[in-house]
């Protein structure tokens, strides 16, 4: 139990990195023209970019279907909880919070949510895909709170 437990969390920190990774060389790299929807303004909810969340979703879910039904590879179960937990941290984080994709009031006075939030507004100061910088999701060093 303490193993799968571990398996979770440890697949949910080492998503921030993969993240971070393939925001800054795949989505700001060789994908650019699906991520570019989520650097410019448009109308109506549905961006390009959502795609990596389908390909995210689906990755998840078939290592959810295929540990829960062949033994030997049951922990890909406990990978694919941790890659979902992982994703619904990001919506709630970036979707819900920092771009009210869904209409909610959100004010805090947290330091480190405030310090995410504004690492996550100083990327998307850059609309191109060279030149942004904060990749991360769930993390921003220190450089980003509010003096």
């Not at 800054?24 to 448009?42: A, D, T």
Request: hydrophobic share 50%; no cysteine.
């Amino acid at each position: 139990m303490f193993l799968n437990i571990l398996l979770v969390v440890g697949t949910f920190v080492f998503m921030e990195g993969f993240a971070w990774f393939a925001h800054k060389y795949i989505m700001h790299g060789l994908m650019w023209n699906w991520h570019e929807s989520h650097h410019v303004h448009h109308k109506g909810w549905w961006e390009t970019n959502d795609l990596f969340g389908i390909i995210f979703g689906v990755a998840a879910t078939a290592l959810i279907m295929v540990g829960s039904e062949i033994q030997s590879l049951r922990w890909l179960m406990y990978v694919g909880f941790g890659i979902t937990l992982y994703g619904i941290s990001y919506f709630i984080f970036h979707d819900v919070i920092v771009h009210r994709r869904v209409k909610i009031k959100f004010k805090t006075k947290n330091r480190y949510l405030n310090r995410i939030i504004r690492a996550h507004y100083v990327h998307h100061k850059v609309h191109e895909r060279d030149g942004a910088e904060a990749f991360g999701f769930l993390y921003a060093p220190k450089k980003y709170e509010k003096s």
